[in-house]
Structure formats: C-alpha cells, structure tokens
C-alpha cells in the first residue's frame, strides 16, 4: 500500500490506513476492560479477576474515550507529534488495565491530556472557529480531572471533571458537524454564555460541591434544552437510514443529558452511592455513549478509510442501552439493587454488542465495491459527513453564511450554520 499523498486537485485515495488500528486497539481493550471492572464492583464478576473494579471509571473515560478522540483529533491536524500524543494515550490506557505501579497511568495520562490541549490549539490556529475553542475547554477539563487523579484525589472529585471533557468535546463536534440549525446572533450568543458557564460550574463543583453540584446539573439542563431545541437531528430523525439512526441516538442522548442534569440540580452533591451512580451514568452512558453509537458509523471509516455497511440492526443496541439504563437508574432511585445490577449488566451486553456489530459492519463494507472517486462516500450518502473528521482546509477559507451552507443531508437545506 502507497503512502503517498494524493496531488493537489487529484480525488482522494480511499485505501484503508490499517496501520492506525495499533493507535485505536489500547481504546477498544479499555471499553472491555472497563465493562470487565463495572460488572465486578456490582458483584456480577469476581473482583480478583482481570482490571481491578475501581479502574472502571479510568478504563471508561480516559482509556476509551480519551484514546479515541486522541487517535481522531490526530486524523484531523495530521502531524507526526499528534500521532504521538495518541501513542501516550493509549500507553496509559494500558497502564491502567494492567495494573501498572502508581503513577504511571495517571502521569501518562495526563501528558496526553497536555497534548490532547495542543492539538487542538493548533487545529485552532489552522482555522479560528468557536467549535475548536469549546474543545480546548474539554480538553483542559480532562487534564485538571487527571490532575486530581493524579494527586490521589477521591474518584467523585475528577468524575465531573471528566463529564466536563465528555460533554464540551462532544458539543463541539456538533458545531463542527454542522448539524445545528441555522443560528442567530442572539443564540450562538447564548451558546457561548452556557458554555462558559459550564467551564465555572465545574470549577465550583469542585471547590464547593454542595452547591456547584446543583450549578452544574442546571447547566447541564440548559445545555440539553439547548441542543434540543437547535440540532437538526429534530428534522432528520424523519429521514432514512444512517441519518435517521443517528438522530434518534442524538435526541436520546440529549434526554439523557437533560436527566442527568436535572438528577444533579434537584439531589445535589454525592461522593458515592445510588444518587452519584445515577447522576454520572445518566450522562456518561445516557448521553455520552448514545453520542459514540451515534457517530461510529461515520468516525471509524474516516479514521480507518474502511467502509461500514450501516444496517438496521445498529438499532438493537442502542435501544436495549437506553432501556438498561433506564432500569439501573430506576434501581438507583428506588432503593432496588437487583434492578441496579440487571441494568448495568444489561448495559455492558448492548456496548459489547454494538462493538461486534461495528466490526461486523465493517468486514462486510470492506468486500463491498467502493468508489474511487471520493473518499467517505460508502458511509455519508445518508446525510452524515465525514469531512470535518479529516482535519480543516491549511489555507483560510471564506466564512460560509447561513445562505450557503444547508444543514439537510447533502448540505442544501433551509439554512444551516457553520
């Protein structure tokens, strides 16, 4: 296989890029991993056998999805030393399946934290846009939450930190994907206000968690009100195929995020038990992994150049997800443990199914026929584009105004905003 870059002008090569599954494989053994220890600290497993149960948050956040975005981000800016910050991520990542001797997981960590900061810094001064500062935000979130872990800090005093990274990384994304209606002035404007606001609430929350714990969860609330009210995914969940999968896993992601915010407004602070385990997975697997099923189909073949046959049965997990959820945290409130453990189990069988699924999907997509004349058509044609995955034009570019850039599938509709 050639690694050539195409010629200026030339159509782009859609050969796949194997040679970045290494950078994506420490990510993907982290969501087992972290299952593994999730199902072990609820007694469903035995404690002594495989990643120790109190790795499940770290497995989760920074070993799955902090290697992820790294390996993506890295896709975006195509710089050697990027590839290199993704190479850190994954390395802690392992460290903290395997156990490694304190503080190699959390220092290794938090340098890819550092560099995952970097990254987007230069994304931002490639193209000035809010979408990438938003994202900084996220990532200095991951990197003060890895700090504190770090410092041997409480596991409930770096989670919200963590949520912070989570939801700021993920509502950039939907700026950059262009899936939100076309803005006025007045509610980017009000965008921008919840987003600073967010930055302080979590910095309240962990200076003064009885009350920046409510702040928080009202942002939160906001946030989702927000989203709802201005993604696109309102008209699209009326389309067909992938763009109708997505929509529902956006819509349903944003309840989530509602519930999870309104869990935190209305029951405030807690360091453990049933009301913590509600309020964090409302949003780390309401809303956070209802966002990767949602834009899977479209990451992994832009990362990988490898094409993924969508199908109906993307849906199978993605309901049986939310129902699970909706049963742990329905445990949770009612004082109902069997109803608590059956759903996170429940829950960890939907992510382990979605993840054969993908796999599956993508053995199928990779026999099918591709065209050579764009890469990513295979996986988009249903309204989802992979462009922004693959890094902002290098020369500046005329802003796009609401007239020119549609937000239907295709890019032709009524008004979409950049």
Known sequence: MSGARPARGDAPRIS??????????????????????GLSRLGWL??????????????????FLGTLICVERAVALERPW??????????GALATLVGAPWPVA?????????????????????EPAFHLAVMVGGAAAWVAGTGAWLRGAAFSAVAWWWVGFLVLTIVGERIELNRVRGLSARNRGVFAVL????????GLAHAAPALGIRVLGAV??????????YDVAR??????????????????GYAWLGIGGALALGLGAASAGPVYDAQLHAVLVGFVMSMVLGHAPVIFPAVLRVPMAFGPSFYGPLVLLHASLALRIGGDLGGWQGARRWGAMLSALALVAFVGN?????????RAPRPASAEGAHHHREGEEARPHQGPPRRPHPARGPAQQGDEPGGHGEGGDR
């Open 16 to 37: 796949p890029r194997l040679e970045r599954l290494p950078l994506l494989a420490p990510g993907m053994l982290s969501l087992l991993a972290g299952l593994w220890a």
């Open 46 to 63: 035995d404690p002594t056998v495989g990643p120790a149960p109190g790795a499940h948050g770290p497995l989760m956040v920074s070993g």
């Open 82 to 91: 990027a590839w290199g910050v993704a190479a850190v991520a994954g390395a």
């Open 106 to 126: 959390p220092a290794a960590t938090l340098v890819a934290g550092l560099g995952l900061v970097a990254i987007f810094l230069a994304l931002l001064r490639r």
């Open 195 to 202: 987003v600073l606001l967010l930055v302080a609430a979590l």
């Open 220 to 229: 939160l609330l906001a946030l989702a009100g927000w989203l709802v009210a």
């Open 235 to 252: 008209r699209t969940v009326a389309a067909g195929g992938l763009t109708r999968y997505i929509a529902f896993c956006l819509l349903s």
């Open 358 to 366: 993908v796999v599956r999907a993508t053995l199928v997509g990779a």
